[in-house]
């Protein structure tokens, strides 16, 4: 098994030859056969795909990625159903609370140090 270093370097690598359009040789290098769809058993494996099926995505090449993944197209989603197919659309969310959990807590102006880690 491969070291995390190589890995990394493969995965970097592959991305570098996607972007190049160099679709087969991309999936090489992470150990994919074109067309494959695997079960994914173990981490090293399922990152293998969700790197390659990403760097195939940022590449505008969603089918590919889709194949990777082992997903089917979808059939008319929602945005198609409401005739705005080729639209790309950003949605966020916006917190509209007025008092904030330190304030809730009477701890306002306390000096916190606070961390975010997104999933």
């Given at each position: 098994m491969a070291g995390w270093s190589e890995k990394l370097g493969n995965w970097f690598?592959?991305?570098?030859?996607?972007?190049?359009?160099?679709?087969?040789?991309?999936?090489?290098?992470?150990?994919?056969?074109?067309?494959?769809?695997?079960q994914r058993s173990s981490l090293m494996q399922t990152l293998d795909?969700?790197?390659?099926?990403?760097?195939?995505?940022?590449?505008?090449?969603?089918?590919?990625?889709?194949q990777i993944l082992g997903l089917e197209n979808r059939k008319g989603s929602f945005l198609e159903t409401v005739g705005l197919g080729g639209i790309r659309v950003?949605?966020?969310?916006?917190?509209?609370?007025?008092?904030?959990?330190?304030?809730?807590?009477?701890?306002?102006?306390a000096p916190v140090r606070l961390g975010l880690v997104p999933l």
């Open positions: 690598s592959a991305v570098a030859f996607a972007e190049a359009g160099e679709h087969k040789a991309a999936l090489e290098m992470v150990g994919l056969a074109p067309g494959e769809a695997k795909s969700v790197f390659a099926a990403g760097a195939f995505a940022e590449e505008n090449c969603h089918d590919t990625a889709r950003w949605y966020g969310t916006a917190r509209l609370a007025e008092e904030s959990f330190l304030e809730a807590v009477g701890l306002k102006g």
